[in-house]
């Protein structure tokens, strides 16, 4: 499998209208015959950018174009992103070298007919490279490859010893555009690189009405700590209301699902300090505190002293919970996470109420001492002095180990750092996972949802999780759809920032413009420059960053997208200067007005499609995949590869589909799943997805690649006797149990011990199992074997693959250990695989929703089709056609891309569990 190349040098260029061929395009027919020969065999490589306005089949044109076989074209990677009604996509393609001319030819044609834009860059030839015709020289064509290979192998290898970091911001209010820079500005001078900048619709202010988030991606190099990236970004986002987490990427968007959550309880899961409402009950009043400047814990405690310790039942009857904490818990909760509560001003009783309130797992504090006479005593129990920080830190320590959690998987709501020395504050960064900031207090209208974003999940994911807690709760109303004339005209404050506010105002005059820019080197530094041009204008409040966005491929080609709006008299002022900056930087650029007043349409229901080919996606397929997407309208908005920088052997998709054409895209997607042989799978996004947390196996050519009872045959010398029942049940004479019955009857006599001992060895696991499994265990998946075959085969699969549980037939054994060719026990049946995997999630708290099943035979069908995510594996016809999902390729790592988990997600989550066995063998 080929590497994938990395970028290219910067090139200078100047506006990019829309390219006309160039004109040795135009004379390629003069090319000499000697050198079409030299050619012929040779390849190239070729990056084309498309962009201009969004909407459905934008895409499949241009693949269309490229998996013609005369242009002997190959798909290495792409990338796109969608800004409001604005797209840009971008290919990298390996292409014969002389058939070249031609494919650009098409794609610039096709371009203009769609009234698109189209530039095209060879990467490793230079800054000449852009815009101009493959080189003649077979030298140098060979120099490009060579330059794309040995960037790769170079990546590849810096990979290994750098830290790939989520950075999760967010402003109560528009992003201020010194924020943006400051950010930047550092991560480029640790010489880190910009992976990923991602800002959905859902993440502004205008539309969740909580805040404005913004989603990094961030490569940095060795050396470089989570503590130090936390500390220094915290420093300048503070002085604009800024909240930013660091996490470690495991190379998903969202948490993951085996984590720990650990809230304070003053001032975070309650609004205030529940001290206060102890003081209140008793008949102090708690003002006196903050005048005296002896606001802490232990002033507090001492002024209870003597007072009627039934005032804590009164506090913890009328305790109050911070807006969303409900919504919060319960979400985390169906989700699979342990909650836990750890507080330092609380008391048991109140405590206790919380814990109850919110469902939680733990809750821990230090509880106030009654004396004999019901009276505090001013001490806390088992006080313990200048300890407080390192208790807390113990408990986490403890939880973790209890949960079996990772501790980078543990993450941390509230001040819990407060206090402690910088030594144990770098600590606890660098140890743990996220510890996300959350003081009720300093915010106008606190609302816990807020913590959500910095976690990971995105608008879309928290508007659905509110959804779910409204039906819940009897209550449900539709998303709020929220326009842009709701947002008041800027105001700069005295420190300069530009923000906004909700409103029913709008912003006088004002435009909107889309800034489209490219580099070929993905230098972040050029990135700060261009928002370093901006803050003079935002600081005078004539522009403000609405959006912004970048998608990488192959980790330097960089497509970067800037939503701008300007107000005041010179609205070009800004825009003039950015673009001028560009030509300077050397990157490409070009730009279009928006309407600065629109209303924000619905979210629609994301889909999700998955296609999966080894040992790479060819061109016909993705051909016939967009063209079938495109037909039926369906809006494409983003490109994920799935598969490692080795190859490009799957990809996600994720679209807009109208409700009214799923099944005629899913029938699509079907047929051309069967004529090309390759894995291609529907869902909706969402919740559902992602959340998943439950997988059983059927055994048998699935987990592993024999039939059980078929080496029981073998080793009792009846494996043709056992042929014809299993052709005879094929043909339906037989049920299931008939012939079960009838071929456990031939292992009469055989024993036990040596007959499945023989056959345990000789167990060959289905590719893709181990890592599958272990992946899976990672995420924190509960994970079961459920057979219509043996148990001791059965139990050996769950030992060496790591699962919860085990469920198979039982054979009946005599006194000296010999089968007696009768089973005992219930029969493991199709009806009672259903039946043992609705049982596994109800012991588990699943819904069924978030299971995932996987199987081969007619017996998993009923298992398929109540699951979650029912997976027909390498299945005959009949279970193909039953289930809704399918997989032909005989590997079974491959169910990872179908939950939406990337080749680099598992390798990372794998790389991690080799860890853990490390220190476990050593300790």
Not at 78 to 89: G, K, T
Not at 164 to 175: C, K, P
Not at 672 to 686: H, L, M, T, Y
């Amino acid at each position: 499998m080929s590497t994938f190349a990395q970028a290219a040098q910067r090139n200078p260029r100047n506006s990019e209208p829309e390219p006309e061929a160039p004109k040795v395009f135009e004379d390629s027919d003069s090319l000499s015959d000697s050198s079409e020969e030299d050619a012929a065999e040779e390849q190239g490589c070729l990056v084309v950018t498309v962009q201009g306005p969004n909407g459905p089949g934008r895409v499949a044109p241009f693949i269309a174009i490229i998996a013609k076989q005369q242009h002997q074209a190959r798909i290495l990677d792409m990338a796109q992103y969608v800004i409001e009604d604005a797209l840009v996509f971008s290919l990298m393609l390996q292409h014969g070298a002389v058939s070249s001319i031609a494919l650009i030819r098409e794609l610039v044609s096709t371009a203009r007919h769609l009234n698109l834009k189209i530039n095209f860059s060879f990467p490793g030839n230079g800054p000449e490279a852009r815009l101009q015709a493959p080189p003649h020289s077979g030298v140098q064509r060979q120099r490009r490859i060579s330059f794309v290979r040995e960037n790769c192998q170079a990546a590849v290898k810096a990979k290994a010893q750098e830290l790939t970091v989520a950075i999760e911001m967010l402003v109560r209010g528009a992003l201020p555009a010194q924020v943006l820079r400051d950010t930047l500005g550092y991560l480029s001078d640790t010489g880190s690189k910009m992976l990923e900048i991602k800002q959905s619709g859902g993440d502004r202010i205008v539309v969740n009405e909580i805040g404005t988030k913004l989603s990094l991606r961030v490569r940095c190099p060795s050396g470089v700590t989570i503590s130090e990236l936390q500390l220094h970004l915290q420093a300048f986002c503070c002085k604009y209301c800024t909240e930013v987490v660091v996490r470690e990427w495991e190379g998903m968007d969202r948490p993951n699902g085996k984590s720990l959550v650990v809230f304070g309880l003053s001032d975070v899961l309650c609004p205030h300090d529940v001290l206060d409402e102890v003081l209140c009950e008793s008949g102090i009043d708690p003002s006196v505190f903050e005048e005296t400047g002896e606001n802490s814990a232990m002033a507090k405690v001492r002024a209870l002293k003597g007072k009627d310790a039934r005032c804590m039942q009164k506090a913890a009857q009328n305790l109050q919970f911070t807006p969303g904490a409900h919504l919060v818990c319960q979400s985390l909760k169906e989700l699979g996470f342990r909650l836990a509560l750890i507080s330092n001003t609380g008391c048991k009783l109140i405590v206790d109420r919380a814990k109850k309130e919110l469902n939680l797992d733990y809750a821990i504090c230090r509880d106030l001492e009654v004396a004999e006479d019901g009276a505090f005593t001013g001490h806390f129990a088992t006080e313990r002095k200048d300890q407080t920080g390192f208790v807390k830190l113990d408990y986490l320590k403890l939880l973790a180990e209890r949960e079996g959690i990772d501790p980078r998987n543990v993450m941390i709501v509230g001040t819990f750092t407060h206090g402690m020395t910088q030594g144990d504050v770098r600590m606890t960064l660098d140890t743990y996972g996220p510890v996300i900031h959350f003081h009720a207090p300093a915010l106008q209208n606190p609302t816990l949802v807020s913590v959500l974003y910095l976690m990971g999940f995105s608008g879309s994911d928290v508007d659905e999780m509110q959804s779910r807690h409204k039906r819940v709760n009897g209550r449900h109303t539709s998303p709020k759809v929220v326009p842009e004339t709701a947002v008041l005209q800027s105001f700069k404050t005295e420190e300069g920032v530009l923000k906004f506010e909700m409103g029913t105002g709008t912003i006088p005059d004002g435009r909107r413009y889309l800034l489209r820019v490219r580099s070929e080197s993905n230098e972040l530094q050029s990135l700060v420059q261009l928002i370093e041009t901006l803050l003079p204008y935002c600081e005078a409040g004539q522009c403000s960053v609405d959006r912004i966005q970048q998608v990488t491929m192959m980790a330097e080609n960089a497509l970067i997208g800037l939503s701008l709006d300007m107000v005041g008299q010179d609205q070009q002022a800004a825009l003039k200067d950015i673009i001028f900056r560009c030509h300077q930087l050397g990157l490409s650029v070009d730009w279009d007005e928006q309407e600065s007043e629109q209303t924000m349409p619905p979210r629609t229901e994301q889909c999700i499609v998955t296609i999966v080919q080894n040992p790479c996606l060819k061109a016909t397929v993705l051909g016939q995949v967009f063209q079938a997407m495109a037909s039926l309208q369906v809006d494409c908005t983003r490109f994920e590869r799935l598969s490692d920088e080795q190859s490009f052997a799957a990809l996600q998709i994720t679209a807009a589909v109208p409700p009214v054409s799923e099944g005629d895209l899913r029938a699509k997607l079907l047929a051309i799943s069967k004529e090309q042989d390759v894995d291609i799978a529907f869902q909706r996004d969402g919740i559902d997805r992602w959340g998943r947390r439950m997988i059983v196996f059927d055994m048998d050519s699935t987990l592993i690649q024999q039939e059980v009872i078929d080496e029981l045959a073998k080793q009792c010398g009846v494996q043709d006797t056992v042929g014809e029942i299993t052709e005879r049940a094929m043909r339906g004479e037989l049920d299931f149990f008939q012939s079960l019955k009838e071929r456990v009857a031939l292992l009469k006599g055989h024993n036990s011990e040596k007959l499945f001992g023989a056959v345990k060895r000789n167990l060959i696991f289905t590719p893709g199992a181990l890592q599958l499994c272990r992946t899976l265990k990672h995420l924190g998946y509960k994970m079961a074997v459920i057979s219509g075959g043996f148990m001791p085969c059965a139990r050996e699969v769950q030992q060496k693959l790591g699962l919860d549980y085990a469920f198979a037939n039982t054979l009946e054994t005599d006194k000296d250990g010999a089968l007696t060719g009768l089973t005992v026990g219930a029969v493991v049946t199709p009806e009672r695989k259903q039946a043992l995997l609705e049982m596994i999630a109800q012991v588990e708290g699943c819904d069924m929703r978030q299971t995932v099943a996987v199987g081969d035979g007619s017996n998993d069908i009923p298992m398929l089709m109540s699951a979650g995510l029912g997976i027909a594996f390498c299945a005959k016809p009949k279970v193909q056609a039953a289930a809704e999902f399918r997989v032909n390729n005989k590997d079974l790592s491959t169910v990872l891309f179908l939950i939406g988990l990337s080749e680099t997600a598992a390798q990372r989550l794998l790389d991690r569990s080799r860890e853990d066995d490390s220190m476990t063998h050593a300790v």
